[in-house]
């Protein structure tokens, strides 16, 4: 299959090219020139699959053309290594808990594909791959950590200092071998900034082999469409859907997840509407509201891993629907919370429901109980495990306190590995083509 980029102004790009240079030349993003759906039979018994096998069928949608089918078995298998269940909060209502990975957020499903399928187009290659991401949170520990020992590939993680909890910041700057932190002074557009840019620069790219692991390479999105299908079959096989429509509630920042869903929505998943669930940074929101699309700079929120004020993903979903913002408003309904209201909410759902929500999926919880209609069950995604936000969670629970796993204890034990990076690109760039190796 071809690959195309958003901004339409460079010519169509293999698989294993798109996955590579991650952003298009023309500073577009490559996507697949068709989706190819699944018929009604696929989905009537998509319900006596597992998780792996539905990931598998949906894979062979989109890679089966330049991957066989062996090798892509293994890296799906070999991808998901755990599950990403639906809880029932409530009547009618569940989460889509995406937190039981290595590093305990959604991010952990594409960031481990990309990882393997990067490491399957470039066996034999001699020159070191240069990974870099910028991160508002959990990106830089699930990306770090899916290619962390990876030989022939580093990983630099660029935050923003200050606007990362405490133990995100120690999944990604305690790890060493191939992976270095860069802490930046400024927000997580200013980090997306200097990525981009990179890829643009033509002396950089000549002498370096650059690729990104953010959601604007296809290779980290597109997987998360498998657990969007898996969530389907999961409550088809509880009998939730028999007379029912499905709602999926998506917290949204850069918005490479609800374009996921999206993608899978256009394969053939039954999905009545999708809810876009933001912070203060509206800019979406606003567009679905009003059609004019304005992104502006982002605003510092406790659901941090979505402040993003220019979200990178959008363009995909405007090119997915012709610029249409009529189709794009039939199929998404924006919602936007305030910070007290997250608070709010966390308190509620654990009063009420004995749940644990962490702010991200408190603002899907929050979009669920505004938006959902009689005769509908709906999904919220749970993104992050409550406790890599444990003193905003701790806080809105008052008397119960969120239990540390131990999968981030590892973590936090660890020595603080971090370099001091400013938002001008001149002093980026200097770092990489000074970089060892």
């Known amino acids: 299959m071809k690959y195309y980029s958003t901004r339409k102004s460079t010519p169509f790009v293999s698989l294993k090219e798109a996955v590579i240079k991650g952003l298009a030349p023309d500073n577009g993003l490559y996507m697949p020139e068709r989706i190819e759906k699944f018929d009604s039979t696929f989905i009537a018994h998509i319900h006596q699959l597992s998780f792996q096998e539905i990931a598998l069928e ?16 293994h890296i799906v298998y070999d991808t998901l290594q755990f599950d990403c269940p639906v809880v029932k909060v409530k009547e009618n209502v569940y989460s889509l808990e995406l937190f039981h990975g290595p590093t305990l957020a959604f991010k952990d499903v594409g960031a481990r594909f990309m990882a393997r399928l990067l490491q399957y187009f470039l066996s034999g290659n001699e020159q070191q791959v240069h990974v870099l991401v910028a991160t508002s949170g959990d990106t830089g520990s699930a990306v770090a950590n ?10 630099h993680v660029l935050y923003p200092k200050g606007k990362v909890s405490e133990i995100q910041e120690s999944q990604f700057t305690t790890l060493g071998k191939n992976v270095t932190a860069l802490e930046v002074e400024g927000n997580f557009d200013d980090c997306q900034h200097l990525v981009k840019t990179a890829f643009l620069d033509e002396e950089l790219n000549r002498k370096l082999l650059l690729t990104s692991a953010n959601s604007i390479n296809i290779a980290r ?11 389907y079959a999961r409550l088809k096989e509880l009998g939730e859907l028999n007379e029912k429509e499905l709602v999926v509630s998506v917290p949204s920042g850069n918005f490479g997840n609800l374009t996921a869903g999206l993608f899978a929505f256009e394969m053939g998943l039954p999905v009545a509407r999708f809810f876009a669930a933001n912070n203060e940074n509206d800019v979406v929101y606003r567009y679905l509201l009003n059609g004019k699309y304005q992104p502006e700079a982002t605003v510092e929120t406790i659901a941090n891993a979505m402040d993003v004020g220019a979200p ?15 189709r794009i408003s039939k199929i998404i309904k924006g919602y936007r919370y305030s910070d007290d209201q997250i608070r ?3 308190q509620d759902v654990f009063k009420t429901h004995g749940y644990v929500c962490d702010p991200h999926g408190a603002c899907g919880y929050l979009a669920l109980e505004e938006g959902m209609e009689n005769g509908q069950t709906g999904i ?12 905003i969670v701790d806080q809105a629970l008052g008397n119960h306190k969120v239990a540390i796993p131990e999968k981030l204890m590892h ?3 660890g020595n603080k590995q971090s ?7 001149s002093k980026f760039k200097d770092y990489l083509l000074e970089f060892p190796g």
């Open 58 to 73: 949906v894979a062979k949608k989109f890679f089966g053309e330049d991957i066989d089918i062996e090798s892509l078995q």
């Open 146 to 155: 899916g290619f962390l020992g990876v030989e022939g590939i580093h990983v």
């Open 221 to 231: 999105f597109l997987p998360q469409a498998f657990y969007y299908f898996n969530a």
């Open 312 to 326: 990178s993903n959008f363009d995909r979903i405007l090119d997915l629907y012709d610029h249409s913002h009529e």
């Open 344 to 346: 709010r909410a966390i």
């Open 380 to 391: 919220f995604l749970e993104t992050a495990h409550p406790a890599k936000f444990k003193n």
């Open 411 to 413: 973590f936090i034990k």
């Open 419 to 425: 370099v001091p990076m400013t938002a001008n690109y």
